[in-house]
């Protein structure tokens, strides 16, 4: 499962007689507890090709977001990185939002995203943004109450909507979950889709220098670029069920996470079983990974820097200890007794 679907699958577990409300919805595609509530979508649903051009139907987001009829709830709770924040709700219902984050690729990201800035496509994107920009911080309005994933994203949430935050970090691993310290081998492992803002071009190139082994394992929208002329220490797997990724964790000797993100459960996994991260010193990795304890940061994202932080992390001996204490802050039953306190303090 991907954070924003772990989200939910706790959400529900904390008030599993929820309704859900969606733009889109493929039976088959969620875990049984998400499918098994009883899910209304949007008109969005039922447009040409959604699954693979959903991307493209960005622009009537809001409007298919306004559409879902609301009423008859005390509490709504939104899990929000796009627009699920800019539902109406009644005026005696209380809306708790939890950001994922602001939709970043109109806000900070917009030129990571939509580097030209030449031609028709160019002006029809800004245009598209403008309005994307007014509405989102309009609808912040809505919302009661937000939580959000770290300070890093609530730091946005008070730039781009005005509005005070509460952390609550994501469901990461179960709360009698124990690190266990296990015999490692010589690769690194990066576990990742395949997007610009992963920065897996930038691990690419720091092992096709350094020549250590490296497992990549995922995929998506630019994995046919990346993924051509891969030198001979880099293996790509996608694909893989979830216990074959777990123990690639496990044997890891180190786990590179070279983008800038908003928190990054990945992180948190690997530290789980007793992997060390290296990663960018900026977003949510400087929450949840503990510098020379858990990790180490480069503060570049060059293959030089890179490289340096992998040297560094190869020379410190790294504690069971401090892995366990580390992951303790990111339990599921953590997460679900912080929602419900906030719920049950506002209802």
Not at 203 to 208: C, K, L, M, N, V
Not at 231 to 245: D, Q, S
Not at 337 to 347: A, C, G, L, N, T
Request: proline share 5%.
């Amino acid at each position: 499962m991907r954070g924003g679907e772990i989200v939910l699958d706790s959400l529900i577990k904390a008030f599993p007689e929820a309704d859900l409300f969606t733009l889109f919805y493929s039976k088959g595609k969620l875990n049984e507890r998400i499918e098994s509530r009883k899910i209304t979508t949007a008109f969005t649903n039922n447009l040409p090709f959604k699954e693979k051009y959903y991307r493209y139907y960005l622009p009537v987001f809001p409007t298919a977001i306004e559409s879902l009829d609301l009423k008859g709830y005390d509490v709504v709770i939104s899990s929000s990185h796009c627009v699920a924040k800019g539902v109406i709700p009644h005026p005696d219902t209380f809306h708790l939002s939890y950001i994922h984050s602001p939709m970043r690729y109109v806000w900070d990201m917009y030129y990571d995203y939509f580097p030209s800035r030449k031609g028709f496509k160019f002006f029809l994107l800004q245009s598209i943004a403008n309005y994307l920009r007014t509405w989102d911080a309009a609808s912040a309005n809505r919302v009661d109450y937000f939580t959000c994933n770290s300070h890093f994203v609530g730091r946005r949430i008070q730039k781009y909507y005005r509005r005070d935050y509460k952390i609550i970090y994501p469901p990461c691993l179960p709360q009698d979950f124990r690190v266990h310290d296990v015999s490692k081998d010589d690769y690194y492992l990066m576990v990742s889709a395949f997007a610009p803002y992963k920065k897996i071009d930038l691990a690419i190139e720091a092992f096709r220098e350094n020549g250590k082994p490296l497992i990549l394992v995922g995929g998506g929208q630019e994995e046919g670029k990346l993924v051509k002329n891969l030198p001979k220490n880099i293996l790509w797997k996608k694909g893989l069920p979830r216990t074959e990724v777990i123990e690639l964790y496990k044997k890891a000797r180190g786990f590179i996470f070279p983008g800038m993100e908003d928190f990054g459960i990945t992180p948190v996994e690997s530290q789980a079983y007793a992997t060390p991260v290296i990663a960018y010193g900026k977003g949510g990795a400087l929450e949840s990974v503990k510098e020379d304890r858990t990790g180490v940061f480069f503060k570049e994202q060059t293959v030089k820097s890179l490289n340096e932080a992998i040297q560094r992390a190869e020379k410190i001996q790294f504690k069971r200890g401090d892995f366990q204490n580390s992951i303790n802050r990111f339990t599921e039953e953590k997460f679900v007794s912080e929602i419900r306190k906030v719920v049950d303090r506002h209802k």
